[in-house]
């Protein structure tokens, strides 16, 4: 079986910045070795995963179909879906809901407004989970252990100024979000973004998604999104909590 | 390479109607032996690609990162999005946009209004391409041959009393589609539903996409689709084509 996990590697090898990969490129973005990257490579393009032009190997439509898997077969994908919608329309900002995947707030449910510019934010798309309000949120699901094992292997990386570089302030800023339940980024994961996040929970208690509305600071302050954004997250995400 | 093939097609043999799976569901499935099948589940599973309950496997939201990799990388999902976020706001309807694969119509762009009854389409999600409109309009994009050879393969499956169950009517609903320039099923697919497709082309005029705004029959009859959605649908389409 150590094709199917090497050629899962190459998969998710293809983001936005490597949209078309060379058999190096493959090797040296998953550790394979060159030969064993062109096998992959080779397989998933009979299997008509990848298209070939001249050296580089590029996703076609079909690669979509594994991860429909999870959208089609999860419920929360769908029980969100109307929720996202509800608070979208209510909110004019874009609005998603994000599960904890592996150190990352991965988004599973999305509705967006129409901007000349956006936050270029999709579903399928991972954030870190220190850095973003949906992160820090689904960070206070994790137990004592979890959450110190997560931290101790966490690096931060600079993408703003306001980026928080320090494993005691990230700690703080996630204790904060499990007293008040609520979590924003102020420009930290990217410059002129603002984000609001509050926890999904499931009849027991515990945190299983966070909801979130992002926004460009020209249009909202942090307070401001405290006065209008957070009574619509909560109620919509109370909502979707009901269901699980 | 042969554990790659296998994998991927057990990944794919989750949908929401196998949201789980057993070694005996998933070998029936996809046809391959049990013991291969239980090998296949048990690496995606050692990968974070699915979770078991007992004898059950189901996918996890780590799945997702392999069908992000193709919104991701190709240029069509990003391009797309603003035109079908725009068209959604023009007819206050869901739009897809969808690409032709293997025999389907894939939606890789969506907009969706909100409604407390939804048409359950989402990104990923394929339909058979005689009998949608998205469908039969990126069958005007095949060569005659490939047309052919795709009509002599295709088996009409009845979903409604208005299904057209033979190869010449299809074939005539093509035709008129490649004239007209645009394609509607009436309540062909799912009852209730009414869907209107209109082509997305490159520069060199080639049909990449199809655009499609669906609705309830309720809500307008197929003429008034023909004269409030096909303008909409008509530019904003031309709006993406001008990109390809």
């Known amino acids: 079986m150590a094709g199917l996990a090497k050629g899962l590697a190459i998969v998710e090898a293809f983001t936005a910045h490597r949209s078309q990969l060379t058999v190096t490129d493959a ?6 070795t060159p030969a064993a990257a062109r096998r992959c490579l080779l397989t998933l393009r009979e299997l008509g995963y990848l298209q070939q032009d001249g050296g580089y190997f590029r996703p076609t439509p079909r690669m979509m179909r594994l991860g429909a898997a999870y959208l089609e077969a999860a ?13 979208r329309d209510e909110l004019t900002e874009s609005v998603s809901v ?36 949906s992160g ?7 137990s004592e252990a979890e959450l110190e094992s997560y931290l101790e292997s966490c690096t931060p990386v600079r993408t703003t100024p306001n980026t928080l570089m320090t494993i005691p302030e990230i700690r703080s800023r996630i204790e904060l979000a499990r007293v008040e339940g609520v979590a924003f980024t102020n420009e930290e994961l990217e410059l002129g973004v603002r984000s609001m996040a509050v926890p999904v929970t499931d009849s027991s208690g515990a945190v299983r998604a966070a ?34």
Chains 1, 2 share one sequence.
Do not use: C, H, W
């Open 27 to 32: 090797a040296k973005a998953t550790g394979i």
């Open 75 to 87: 419920g929360l994908p769908s029980l969100a879906q109307p929720f996202v919608l509800a608070a």
């Open 98 to 133: 994000a599960v904890y995947e592996d150190g990352s707030a991965l988004i599973v449910a999305r509705a967006e407004v129409q901007r000349i510019v956006n936050t270029g934010v999709r579903l399928g798309a991972q954030m870190p989970a220190y850095a973003s309000a």
């Open 136 to 142: 820090r949120v689904l960070l206070t699901g994790l």
């Open 211 to 244: 909801m979130t509305a992002s926004t460009f600071t020209a249009r909202a302050s942090i307070d401001e999104m405290r006065g209008k954004f957070l009574p619509v997250l909560r109620r919509q995400a109370e909502g979707l909590s009901r269901m699980l």
